[in-house]
């Protein structure tokens, strides 16, 4: 079956840092997402990616982070100054359609800020 | 505002019984409505989903039931197994936006 591939699995970073989560999205998909789920907490939006250009960002997603798909696989997200409460679980999504058909989820990127 | 509220928080249910899983929803523009099983370490995972227009659907295990004018859905799990301990999580979309999850239930299925 079909996956979303996120690297690293793991990261730790220092507060002030830049970091870039990488994903690899579904290769017939068009529709790309980033969500992240603070330590037990719900999973909540942070942006959607189509025509290489943000169609659709949260509150979260602030002047800090930012989103590119440089090549025809890779679809990134960065964050450059890291915080200590941007220590989550990062998820990267596509889909196939804008109906989120084929909607699937990556196993996740841990980012730990210290 | 917090758009999709779930309940209970978290859940132990005997092996074999029935675990049931509520949500409600405050957008009645909301045209899918998913649910996702996540294990410890992992991605959220698509269980099923369900649109507006049936009140109930049905694979394997797994049932939804849609309450259209309560604006509430819930997951039923039937003969109810240890390898079903996860986090149960709902969300509510409409086409072309991002999805809106439930804050999860934790479940706890004992031999």
């Known amino acids: 079956e079909p996956e979303v591939t996120q690297t690293p699995s793991h990261q730790v970073t220092q507060m002030g840092q830049e970091v870039i989560l990488r994903c690899v999205p579904i290769?017939?998909?068009?529709?790309f997402y980033w969500y992240r789920q603070i330590l037990g907490q719900k999973v909540e939006f942070l942006v959607s990616?189509?025509?290489?250009?943000?169609?659709?960002k949260s509150e979260i997603f602030d002047d800090q982070f930012s989103v590119e798909r440089p090549d025809g696989s890779n679809f990134t997200l960065k964050i450059r100054s890291t915080k200590l409460e941007d220590s989550a679980m990062y998820f990267c999504?596509?889909?196939?359609?804008?109906?989120?058909?084929?909607?699937?989820f990556g196993s996740g990127t841990r980012l730990t800020v210290v | 505002q917090q758009q999709v509220k779930q309940s209970p928080q978290s859940l132990i249910v005997q092996k074999g019984g029935i675990s049931i899983i509520n949500c409600a929803y405050e957008?009645?523009?909301?045209?899918?409505f998913p649910w996702y099983q996540q294990f410890p370490g992992k991605g959220p995972a698509l269980l099923i989903a369900?649109?507006?227009?049936?009140s109930e659907k049905k694979e394997g295990r797994f049932t939804i039931s849609f309450n259209k004018s309560a604006k509430q859905f819930s997951l039923h799990i039937m003969d109810s197994q240890p390898g079903d301990s996860a986090t149960y999580f709902c969300?509510?979309?409409?086409?072309?936006?991002?999805?809106?999850f439930g804050t999860g239930t934790s479940l706890t299925v004992i031999p």
């Open positions: 999504a596509s889909s196939e359609g804008w109906d989120h058909y084929g909607y699937t």
């Open positions: 290769s017939n998909h068009l529709y």
């Open positions: 990616f189509y025509n290489n250009e943000i169609s659709e």
């Open positions: 957008n009645t523009a909301f045209d899918y």
């Open positions: 369900i649109r507006p227009d049936v």
């Open positions: 969300a509510a979309t409409r086409a072309g936006n991002q999805f809106y």
